[in-house]
């Protein structure tokens, strides 16, 4: 979610005073004025013996999604902090110290049946992008679960707009961050421009590709494109894409490290989503000196 040996969100996770405390985010680029500089979360900085902390994520194990990076991201870091941390996709009726729920309308049965055994208990509700840009609007059970919530977090500042005004008092913004990933050699015969995330709908994964179909003959542009397709459709529309399209190849889905490395070497990144919450991908752009175009 740093270009330095602290990560910001190390900083902006934890808190230090007692059981409620301020931390300060620093986003790896200037904060935004809209962004809440020091904000309390409920997690105290080292507590003895530690928190049994439960992060709810509905993505499955193993899988390469932005919103299970970003709970391990967060596991990691409250673990080094001496909690001790669980990570569940699916709600057990586990009594933790803290419930920290990453997506409010995938998670809205557990976060209100948790709130209903323990009244009194710190849950910090933490929105995806679709919750922001489409689930708070539609969905009765997420607006529920916001308000069961002790805080909320979002991952970009303009998020906090499409709260309802009764619950921005309760949300902090957490900037994603990233350690910078030695780029390699980039190739000279291409310019290559890489395109991350699942092929979804939302994501629009193949506006880049669309865009450079026209491109002339002596262009070096070439769009890497990186994730695993997410229907039989997507599948099919990627390799036809590419028997099309000579600049286009789908490399489908890559481990973390190697995606990163990918990334890297590139010249320009691409995110045309149609809806995004706080992309892990810009973070790790801007980490190795990579331009975003979004």
């Not at 902006?12 to 986003?27: K, N, Q």
């Not at 680029?29 to 409920?42: H, K, N, Q, V």
């Not at 193993?62 to 870091?77: D, K």
Request: hydrophobic content about 40%; charged content about 25%.
């Amino acid at each position: 979610m740093s270009c330095s040996a602290s990560s910001p969100s190390t900083s902006a996770i934890v808190c230090a005073r007692a059981s409620r405390c301020h931390a300060t985010s620093r986003p790896p680029w200037p904060p935004s004025p809209c962004t809440t500089p020091r904000s309390s979360i409920l997690i105290p900085l080292r507590q003895r013996g530690g928190m049994r902390i439960l992060i709810l994520c509905p993505a499955r194990a193993g899988t390469r999604h932005g919103n299970r990076v970003t709970a391990l991201r967060w596991a990691r870091i409250l673990r080094g902090l001496g909690h001790r941390v669980a990570l569940q996709e699916a709600f057990r009726d586990d009594r933790p110290d803290l419930l920290i729920a990453l997506h409010a309308r995938k998670n809205a049965a557990p976060v209100l049946r948790f709130r209903a055994r323990a009244p009194e208990a710190p849950l910090v509700v933490a929105l995806t992008g679709t919750d922001v840009y489409r689930d708070i609007g539609r969905s009765r059970a997420a607006r529920r679960a916001l308000q069961a919530a002790t805080r909320l977090v979002t991952l970009q500042p303009l998020a906090l707009r499409e709260l309802p005004r009764a619950l921005r008092a309760k949300a902090r913004v957490i900037h994603q961050s990233a350690l910078p990933v030695r780029p390699g050699r980039r190739p000279a015969r291409s310019f290559d421009v890489c395109v991350p995330g699942h092929l979804r709908s939302e994501k629009d994964p193949f506006r880049t590709a669309q865009a450079v179909r026209g491109l002339p003959a002596d262009s070096r542009i070439r769009v890497l494109q990186v994730g695993s397709a997410m229907t039989p459709a997507m599948r099919r529309r990627a390799r036809d894409e590419m028997t099309r399209n000579p600049r286009y190849r789908w490399l489908g889905d890559r481990p973390h490290r190697e995606a990163r490395a990918i990334l890297a070497r590139s010249r320009l990144m691409v995110l045309s989503s149609r809806i995004e919450g706080g992309a892990n991908v810009i973070s790790e752009a801007l980490a190795s000196a990579v331009p975003v175009l979004a």
